[in-house]
């Protein structure tokens, strides 16, 4: 399988730079704006329910810089998935119900996805008229790519942010249990984006509302 680093040398190779420059734009928006931001987003949900871990670890930042990972970013440019670092919180430190107050925190990083696609989409419907390709390709991009990234996380799956919120609602036994299975969490995803769920989960609502966007 391979990711865009490798449709960058392909497209590179026969001289299709236009599809190099879409592809290097694609990744750029997800390293520097999309993973960023869930991250913040985290961060700063963490830090007004009353957790300041983030902030004095540095995290409460749109620095891309502060929150991208080394290997999941090498593996998401070699393979096309991969990850940010995580958001560290201290449920403890947070106000109220801890359960709550930390599916709160998990749902503001896709609901900043979704915040940043919408946006994305204002700007597509505002400079299209103006035949400006490139800027309405990478806003193409980027509406698709936080959608994704949004209900990607959703899916209520350890470690994403969706079993988080779903421990929220379920009873401390069955909390108990997707802590167990989080160590298997990476292969569940794996096994799951090769069947239909990924597609009904994922795919299929972020390109509805990426239609609904871009028309």
Not at 9 to 30: H, P, Q, S
Not at 181 to 204: D, H, K, P, Q
Request: a neutral charge.
């Amino acid at each position: 399988m391979g990711g865009p680093i490798f449709d960058l040398i392909d497209a590179i190779a026969k001289g299709d730079f236009e599809r190099a420059a879409a592809t290097i734009g694609a990744m750029a928006v997800l390293l520097f704006i999309c993973f960023p931001v869930h991250e913040y987003a985290h961060a700063w949900a963490a830090n007004k329910l009353g957790d300041d871990t983030a902030e004095r670890l540095g995290r409460l930042s749109i620095n891309p810089f502060v929150h991208l990972d080394l290997v999941g970013s090498l593996l998401l440019l070699a393979f096309g998935f991969g990850w940010a670092k995580p958001v560290p919180v201290n449920t403890y430190r947070l106000n109220g119900n801890p359960k709550v107050a930390f599916a709160l925190v998990a749902l503001a990083g896709p609901v900043s996805n979704i915040l940043l696609a919408v946006g994305f989409g204002f700007i597509y419907q505002a400079v299209k008229a103006y035949d400006i390709i490139l800027l309405e390709y990478l806003c193409i991009i980027a509406v698709q790519i936080n959608l994704f990234l949004a209900f990607f996380n959703l899916i209520p799956v350890p470690p994403l942010d969706g079993s988080r919120i779903l421990a929220a609602v379920l009873p401390d036994s069955m909390g108990d249990i997707l802590h167990q299975i989080e160590r298997y969490g990476f292969l569940i995803l794996i096994l799951a984006m090769n069947t239909g769920i990924f597609s009904g989960l994922v795919a299929a609502p972020a390109r509805a509302i990426a239609r609904l966007l871009l028309s």
